[in-house]
């Protein structure tokens, strides 16, 4: 990836994500942090990646509002940054946290399964 694209991504999140606590009143909305933005390198698409709290639900409809203020989004984008083309913006849950938490749900299990099969205690655990 380019430093110019690299740059935008930041700039695209941080101005994104400023937008979203300032500007956007839409109840659908609640707390939504913007972790990653993508831009192509044509400046047509941006997928921004967000994290929420919420079960799956909850997490469609803060989908479904942000789909909704995208179109402001890009406008306001496009007078702040002053750019020719404000790429469409393409609104994704980030899944690299629960991604994260399931591998190490697992890793846990593991070692406590082979814990099990040899009879000492896992690590971090005492004999008793």
């Given at each position: 990836m380019s430093k110019r694209l690299a740059r935008l991504n930041e700039q695209f999140r941080r101005e994104i994500t400023e937008l979203l606590r300032q500007e956007v009143r839409d109840p659908r909305v609640g707390t939504v942090?913007?972790?990653?933005?993508?831009?192509?390198?044509?400046?047509?698409?941006?997928?921004?990646?967000?994290?929420?709290?919420g079960d799956a639900?909850?997490?469609?409809q803060t989908l479904e509002g942000l789909r909704a203020a995208a179109p402001y989004l890009r406008g306001e984008?496009?007078?702040?940054?002053?750019?020719?083309?404000?790429?469409e913006l393409h609104f994704e849950i980030d899944r690299a946290l629960e991604q994260a938490l399931r591998i190490e749900r697992l890793l846990r299990e593991l070692r406590s399964d082979r814990a099990d099969e040899s009879g000492a205690p896992a690590p971090g655990q005492e004999a008793g």
């Amino acid at each position: 990836m380019s430093k110019r694209l690299a740059r935008l991504n930041e700039q695209f999140r941080r101005e994104i994500t400023e937008l979203l606590r300032q500007e956007v009143r839409d109840p659908r909305v609640g707390t939504v942090t913007v972790t990653e933005v993508d831009v192509t390198p044509d400046l047509a698409y941006a997928r921004v990646y967000i994290s929420t709290l919420g079960d799956a639900a909850e997490k469609e409809q803060t989908l479904e509002g942000l789909r909704a203020a995208a179109p402001y989004l890009r406008g306001e984008l496009g007078r702040r940054l002053r750019i020719r083309r404000v790429p469409e913006l393409h609104f994704e849950i980030d899944r690299a946290l629960e991604q994260a938490l399931r591998i190490e749900r697992l890793l846990r299990e593991l070692r406590s399964d082979r814990a099990d099969e040899s009879g000492a205690p896992a690590p971090g655990q005492e004999a008793g």
